[in-house]
């Protein structure tokens, strides 16, 4: 289907979503690129009529998390992205992981 269709059809489906979310596979094994380790890749979704898109990209061992917000819907994008973070670094915690001496990394 035509992009322009699939994104009219997308939109109609989620326009009522606070936030959609989203977990793509990554690589397994490592990869370079000219040269250089690729250590971390991120993956920014589209807002197909959600206020928010957060999409998952694990690389390795490594899972890594991207948020597109809609200003619009979130007018506190910093309170939104330290909730979050601190919403993890709990959840991590309670899974016996070493969220403390190594908590979430957030990156702007």
């Known amino acids: 289907m035509p992009a322009a269709l699939i994104s009219q059809l997308a939109g109609a489906l989620t326009k009522s979503n606070d936030l959609q979310a989203s977990n793509v596979p990554g690589l ?14 991120y993956g920014f979704g589209p807002l197909p009529g959600c206020a928010t898109m957060v999409t998952l990209v694990s690389h390795g061992e490594i899972c890594c998390i991207a948020v597109n917000l809609d200003p619009a819907a979130v ?18 915690a309670l899974a016996g992981s070493d969220a403390e001496t190594n908590p979430p990394i957030r990156r702007v």
Do not use: D, M
């Not at 397994?28 to 890749?41: P, Q, V």
């Not at 007018?75 to 991590?92: I, S």
């Open 28 to 41: 397994r094994e490592n990869a370079y690129l000219a040269g250089a380790k690729i250590e971390r890749t």
């Open 75 to 92: 007018t506190e994008p910093e309170r939104f992205a330290r909730c979050l973070t601190e919403g993890f670094a709990e959840v991590l």
